[in-house]
């Protein structure tokens, strides 16, 4: 497992954000025009980290700060 220092400037791209935005550009949502590739493309080039995701996620999620954690999955 990878443990990356954190600044308390770090922005991250979790993985899931791309994933629902690919599925709703899938769908062809009309209230929805956003590409999940090009997306992905300009916050990496915008200084946002890609999140390692994997079993041990949660595990580090534990010690996270309470506000940056997603109430709907507790990361």
């Given at each position: 497992m990878k443990v990356v220092p954190l600044d308390d400037t770090d922005a991250f791209l979790s993985p899931a954000s791309i994933w629902e935005t690919a599925i709703k550009h899938a769908q062809a949502r009309p209230d929805f025009r956003a590409d999940p590739s090009i997306?992905?493309?300009?916050?990496?080039?915008?200084?946002y980290i890609d999140m390692p995701v994997n079993e041990s996620t949660h595990l580090l999620s534990q010690h996270s700060r309470p506000f940056t954690k997603i109430p709907s999955t507790g990361f």
């Open positions: 997306l992905r493309e300009r916050l990496l080039q915008n200084g």
